[in-house]
C-alpha cells in the first residue's frame, strides 16, 4: 500500500514535504512533530524528550519529540482519557511557553538587526552637562 502526500504538500518546498513525511508517515520512528502544545506538554510528562521547537514562514511552532512509545502515547492522547500528573504537567506547559516566547523574542531581535544599507545612518552626539 503506498501513501500519498496531501494535494497541498504537493506544492510544498522539498523541506515542508520531508518535514510532512517525518509528522505522518513514519510509523516506525520514534519522533514525532506536534503543533499542539498540550500534547508535547502531555509527551515530555510521560518521558519523551523535547528535541527542538521550530517555527515556521507563518509564525506557527512546531514541537518535536522522541521516545520510544511516543507514538502509542500520542494516540492515547487521542482516543482516550490519560491520567498525568497535574502540578508536572503545569510546569511542563509553563516550560514549553516559555520556550515558544524566546524563540519570538529571538525572531522579533533578529529582524530588528536587519538594517538597510542602502542609506547612511545618522549618528547622534551628546554631551555631559556638568
Known amino acids: 500500500m503506498s501513501r500519498k502526500l496531501p494535494p497541498a504538500a504537493k506544492t510544498q518546498t522539498p523541506e515542508r514535504v520531508a518535514s510532512m513525511q517525518r509528522k505522518y508517515f513514519l510509523e516506525t520512528s520514534t519522533e514525532i512533530i506536534t503543533n499542539d502544545v498540550y500534547l508535547a506538554a502531555y509527551l515530555m510528562c510521560e518521558g519523551c524528550i523535547l528535541e527542538q521547537i ?13 521516545g520510544d512509545d511516543i507514538r502509542i502515547l500520542r494516540e492515547d492522547f487521542r482516543v482516550s482519557t490519560v491520567r498525568v500528573s497535574m502540578p508536572l504537567f503545569r510546569d511542563t506547559l509553563i516550560c514549553l511557553r516559555r520556550r515558544m516566547d524566546e524563540i519570538q523574542q529571538r525572531s522579533i531581535a533578529h529582524a530588528s538587526t536587519r538594517l538597510d544599507t542602502s542609506e547612511p545612518t545618522q549618528t547622534v552626539q551628546t554631551h555631559a552637562h556638568a
Open 54 to 66: 521550530e517555527k515556521n514562514d507563518r509564525k506557527r511552532v512546531s514541537f518535536i519529540l522522541s
